[in-house]
């Protein structure tokens, strides 16, 4: 009985030692089961996974050979059981994979460090850019530089507001440039504002603003003209370039700022003639068989009388054999022997006709109570009527159809 009750404490012992060892194998399985990410219903195999990344980093060196630039487009882990398509045709989208299994072998890509991360494509940033300013890069032949500038106009407080943004592309007669700006208000030659002094740019950025006092009855007679300037070692000042801008076409109120950009022109280093010149472009289209003026600008005019009473402009006369046909005239800008104007006229003329056709550009000048007076005239046109210059002017016209093309004249005193 002894033998039997010592048997029967051992066998018990080790049947309780037993139940021990199962609840706590059963336990720490529980706890580490917490301490684990949840498992996908259908894992594979590590191997699977492995031949998967190393396809990913083949793709990855492979886009980066061809495609330097290229991001990395990846789905995070809270969206793996979703179907997701093919986004490059050499890259294939995970399915039914462990999103946890880490490569054992082969470098390790910055987007791997991503747990579960699936390579799905790639995005490309130039696809996203903003579309490129073409006035920062298209530069026709022979340009001297751009000048961009924004206006804007106070109706209450009767200012004209203007930035001065930037200049692009200078060429100075010197290795280095150090540009500055001076700005008029025409027909007010006497009095300007000045930027500041960029030192040794060819692209400097002003980014500054400058106000006129200008009543809102006079700001349409009134024309912009900025003059940009090189300041060598001497201290001496050498014009660049100069763009003009009429302010009569445009639309200024307090909620309308025009930001503006323009190639700047060569000064006219010859002097006036006696009476005056006239700048216009003249154009044939011989497909419409339309002939365009566009009238620029005057200099140097003889006014019978420097005041605001006096207006001045420019009447365009086609005519043939000497008859006028159809004449036009420009708006009327007071007070100035240098008015600004561009303007265009279109005249229909057949190409038969430009043997006998030609174009009287007169420039006259009105005062209140007072008649007419002409300033000058020039007729351009073919030899039966013109020589020089007005001959020149009016054969490149024809030799280049739809082209513009600007000429200076000089005024003749006409009675």
Not at 197 to 226: A, C, G, H, I, Y
Not at 265 to 292: A, H, M, V, W
Not at 297 to 302: H, T, V, Y
Request: aromatic share 10%; net charge neutral; charged share 25%.
């Amino acid at each position: 009985e002894q033998s039997v009750a010592v048997a029967g404490g051992v066998i018990g012992g080790i049947l309780l030692f037993v139940l021990i060892g199962i609840t706590a194998y059963l336990l720490w399985k529980k706890f580490c089961y917490l301490l684990s990410y949840e498992e996908l219903t259908s894992p594979v195999k590590t191997t699977n996974a492995n031949a998967i990344f190393q396809d990913q980093l083949t793709s990855e060196i492979q886009l980066k050979s061809t495609r330097s630039r290229s991001i990395p487009f990846i789905i995070p882990p809270t969206l793996h059981g979703r179907d997701w398509i093919n986004l490059m045709n050499e890259e294939h989208v995970q399915e039914h994979s462990d999103p946890y299994m880490i490569p054992q072998s082969g470098p390790r890509s910055s987007f791997h460090s991503l747990a579960g991360a699936y390579v799905v494509g790639t995005i490309n940033p130039e696809l996203y850019k903003f579309p490129e300013d073409k006035s920062e890069t298209d530069f026709p032949e022979g340009n001297i530089g751009r000048l961009w500038f924004s206006i804007e106009y106070e109706q209450e407080s009767e200012r004209l507001l203007i930035s001065l943004i930037k200049v692009r592309k200078l060429q100075p007669p010197a290795d280095s440039c150090s540009p500055f700006v001076k700005i008029y208000l025409l027909p007010d030659e006497r009095s300007y504002l000045q930027s500041k002094t960029k030192r040794k740019t060819l692209n400097p950025q002003f980014d500054e603003n400058f106000v006129f006092q200008v009543s809102s009855k006079m700001l349409l007679q009134r024309t912009l003209k900025f003059l940009v300037y090189h300041v060598d070692k001497q201290k001496k000042h050498h014009l660049l370039g100069q763009v003009t801008f009429p302010l009569k076409n445009e639309t200024l109120t307090d909620d309308n700022k025009l930001v503006i950009w323009r190639d700047l022109e060569k000064e006219n280093l010859e002097s006036p003639s006696e009476f005056g010149d006239i700048q216009f472009s003249l154009s044939y289209n011989d497909y419409l068989g339309r002939l365009t003026v566009v009238v620029l600008r005057a200099r140097g005019l003889k006014l019978q009388e420097e005041s605001h009473a006096v207006s001045v402009y420019v009447k365009v006369s086609l005519m043939n054999h000497n008859k006028f046909i159809k004449s036009k005239k420009t708006a009327a800008v007071l007070g100035s022997p240098n008015p600004v104007y561009n303007e265009t006229f279109s005249f229909k003329a057949d190409q038969t006709e430009l043997d006998t056709a030609s174009l009287s550009v007169s420039v006259l000048q009105s005062v209140k109570g007072e008649k007419t007076h002409i300033l000058g005239r020039v007729v351009v046109g073919p030899f039966m009527y013109t020589r020089g210059k007005e001959l020149e002017h009016w054969n490149e016209m024809i030799s280049k159809p739809k082209e513009l093309v600007k000429r200076w004249h000089a005024l003749c005193h006409s009675t």
